[in-house]
């Protein structure tokens, strides 16, 4: 049986890229892995590694890759594909990631998110490809994550009335926003996942990357995803800033929107809190919880909204991210139950 090492080199060679050195770029929350390839000559390129044995499929990438590609945006070029074994040759976008352009340059902090902003804009107007909802039926278990994996990971257990009932209330909540007409969602829309293209124009300056787990949504989603960055500060008047540009852009009643992007900041910041706290515990990977603290900071925010408040309440039983709590996750890194 042929091994995975030898599969990937057989496509690099079938690509024309078997003289290239090869350096890891990154890896990331997934399985996945990313190479840079160099040619004598000075041309590169990405390969992604996804192995299908560990969950990984190239294939979404590559669907919504040619979709936003059609619609002007920077998506890379696939260069080459091989679906079975999970092996992508993509375009080069270079390393200027939002994440790392803007402590080098605070000036262009707002040029930034303004570009990042009118991406959205352009990409909401176009009818998306069929994808699966991003509904309440499916938002509610995931921001129930914090129940299954920070609360457990905090105190021991899930507390499973707890966690019944802020289902059922969250829901409720929730379901509302289903009959927003639904655009196209990236889901990990943030600064260390857009690259800074300055020499393209419009919105094509926005390099894109980790779009392929997009889902149909309501349009404040990625919105939030951006503005309320796990990884990173984004200074409150920027965000307010965005808010208003992108309302301003896309007609739409601003109090339902406010609203909208509370609770879905709610569910993202719940979503993400569970998923660092797994990360950790079952993954092995501790660092993601010293990300925790930003993460309930924007939890915390979203409760204020008046109409969001309430569902306070059904997160009673989740404890503040003191430090104790957050060395109790790091002590049980990778001893999943």
């Known amino acids: ?15 024309g890229w078997q003289n290239a050195a090869r350096t890891t770029v990154a890896g990331d929350a ?5 190479d840079r390839l160099a040619m004598p000559a000075g041309n590169t390129a990405i390969l992604m590694d996804a192995p299908p044995d560990k969950g990984e499929d190239v294939r979404p990438f590559v669907r919504i890759a040619s979709f936003l590609r059609t619609q002007g945006l920077s998506a890379p070029e696939i260069l080459a594909q091989e679906e079975r074994h999970g092996f992508l040759l993509l375009e080069d976008l270079g390393d200027d990631l939002f994440a790392r352009v ?12 303004e570009a990042a902003t009118d991406v959205l804009i352009a990409l909401h107007k176009a009818t998306p490809p069929t994808l699966a909802p991003y509904d309440a039926d499916t938002m509610t278990p995931l921001a129930a994550l914090a129940f299954d994996w920070y609360q ?26 289903d009959t927003t007409p639904s655009v196209l969602i990236q889901r990990d829309y943030h600064a260390e996942n857009l690259l800074w293209l300055q020499q393209r124009e419009g919105i094509a300056r926005v390099g894109l990357l980790d779009f392929q787990d997009a889902m149909a949504g309501h349009p404040a989603y990625d919105l939030v995803s951006i503005l309320q960055d796990a990884r ?21 009643d601003a109090t339902a929107f406010a609203r909208a992007y509370a609770l879905l900041g709610l569910q993202r910041n719940l979503r993400i809190l569970g998923v660092f706290a797994r990360l950790c515990i079952r993954d092995g990977k501790a660092h993601y919880v010293d990300l925790i603290p930003r993460v309930w900071g ?35 890194c990778a001893t999943p139950p």
Do not use: W
Not at 156 to 175: D, I, M, R
């Open 232 to 252: 990173r500060d984004v200074p409150a008047e920027v965000e307010a800033q965005m808010i208003a540009r992108y309302i301003a852009a896309s007609p739409q």
């Open 102 to 113: 803007i402590p080098r340059d605070a000036s262009l902090e707002v040029p930034l998110y």
């Open 152 to 177: 457990a990971g905090a105190t021991g257990a899930v507390q499973a009335a707890e966690k019944t009932a802020f289902c059922a209330g969250f829901h409720a909540a929730l379901v509302p926003l």
């Open 1 to 15: 049986m042929i091994d995975r090492t030898t599969h990937l080199a057989q496509f690099i060679a079938a690509a």
């Open 30 to 34: 997934s399985n996945r892995r990313y």
């Open 298 to 332: 924007h939890i915390q925010t979203n409760l204020k909204h008046p109409d969001v408040a309430p569902l306070a309440d059904l997160l009673a039983g989740l404890p503040a991210p003191d430090p104790e709590i957050l060395n109790r996750i790091k002590s049980q």
